[in-house]
């Protein structure tokens, strides 16, 4: 998969293209056939705007499978990414950077689809692991609905984090043969994946955990007891950063020296 997105991203790049809905329709079709996602797309709508909140650039939506592109809003979120980063790179970077903000666009969206997959199929006992128990628990929830918490809610939320940190861990997978070539745009991947696994790291507080203390219910009760019952302690550090779990002030002031480090944090 990461081959034939690499082999897109640099066809449009080096010709000097900007990606268009050609792009976006090639690049769903290789992740949805190497993912198979099709069963849970029956549409990709492009729309113009978003009709409540004109900033979104793309959506998935579970219940009649359609995943939407907006164009207002993809067009909004290259610029005000174009404006703020675009000092970072060197002129060959120029145009593959806008190329990838798209593409991990549409990467977060369709990490949302192979969420929801895993959520409805029943997975046999060994391969349930802490990533899906979590993303079952907190998929499907209208966090919208309290606008009040909805901040520290979309923050912590598993869904959201999750799909960042994927999105950008195959971002980097797909540009590791070239990553000698793209020094910044390596960086700013680096800074991002950092940045998302710190996302929710407040003081005496986890995001995951946080989310569920804040959601409450049958929820939280179902986390708690998967909690209980697996020495989540015991998970290494990676796994607990991960997915979002309690972390040590040591552990947290690790990641936090990598993320300085990259120019992306300064910026
Ligand atoms: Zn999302």
């Not at 991947?189 to 950092?194: F, N, R, V």
């Amino acid at each position: 998969m990461n081959e034939e997105i690499l082999r897109l991203l640099f066809d449009y790049s080096k010709k000097g293209k900007i990606v268009d809905l050609n792009y976006i329709n090639k690049l769903i079709e290789i992740v949805v056939n190497k993912r198979k996602l099709s069963s849970f797309i029956d549409e990709v709508n492009t729309l113009t705007v978003h009709e409540e909140k004109p900033s979104i650039s793309a959506s998935y939506n579970s219940i009649n499978k359609k995943l939407s592109i907006y164009k207002l809003g993809m067009t909004e979120q290259i610029k005000l990414h174009g404006k703020k980063y675009i000092e970072m790179f060197n002129k060959v970077e120029r145009l593959f950077f806008t190329n990838l903000i798209v593409t991990q666009i549409i990467l977060h969206e369709l990490e949302h689809v192979l969420q929801y997959k895993n959520t409805i199929i029943s997975p046999s006992d060994k391969d349930i692991n802490i990533k899906w128990v979590i993303i079952a628990l907190s998929y499907g929830l209208n966090i919208r609905k309290d606008m009040k918490l909805y901040k520290t809610l979309y923050r912590d939320a598993p869904q959201e984090r999750i799909a960042e940190i994927d999105s950008y861990l195959t971002l980097m997978e797909t540009l590791n043969p070239v990553k000698f070539h793209l020094p910044n745009i390596q960086d700013y991947i680096m800074g991002k994946m950092y940045e998302n696994l710190l996302r929710g790291y407040v003081y005496d507080s986890s995001p995951t955990i946080e989310f569920f203390n804040i959601i409450g219910g049958e929820r939280k009760e179902l986390f708690d007891c998967y909690l209980l019952c697996h020495n989540i302690e015991d998970l290494p550090f990676s796994e607990r950063i991960y997915n979002g779990l309690d972390i040590t002030d040591k552990e947290y002031g690790y990641v936090l020296k990598k993320y300085l480090k990259t120019k992306y944090s300064k910026i």
